[in-house]
């Protein structure tokens, strides 16, 4: 059984950053895509970056430029540096794994940066 678990959630002032980590555990397998998802009240969820077991990145464009996304693949971990954080990435951040067809969410973890 696949399980995400997220943590470095929190509260920060604007301008300030945070990191995110997600570990991953049970039958994974190595070609996978792992990630970050957020959603905002009365939003849908979306995308924030994601990292491919290849290296390959993909990241929304309000995000570019001020948060990072990396993996540790022995450790089955995906993290997201945040910085210059903004009102508007106010969300739960959810980590997301794509593997064999099947995608993987973790409980999500709230980022507040207030206004």
């Known amino acids: 059984q696949v399980q995400l678990v997220e943590s470095g959630g929190g509260l920060v002032q604007p301008g300030g950053s945070l990191r995110l980590s997600c570990a991953a555990s049970?039958?994974?397998?190595?070609?996978?895509?792992m990630g970050w998802y957020r959603q905002a009240p009365g939003n849908q969820r979306e995308l924030v970056a994601t990292m491919a077991t290849t290296g390959s990145t993909n990241y929304a464009d309000s995000v570019k430029g001020r948060f990072t996304v990396s993996r540790d693949n022995a450790k089955k971990t995906v993290y997201l540096q945040t910085s210059g954080l903004k009102p508007e990435d106010t969300a739960v951040y959810f980590c997301n794994l794509v593997m064999l067809g099947r995608n993987y969410w973790g409980q999500g973890t709230q980022v507040t940066v207030p206004s």
């Open positions: 049970g039958n994974i397998f190595r070609i996978n895509v």
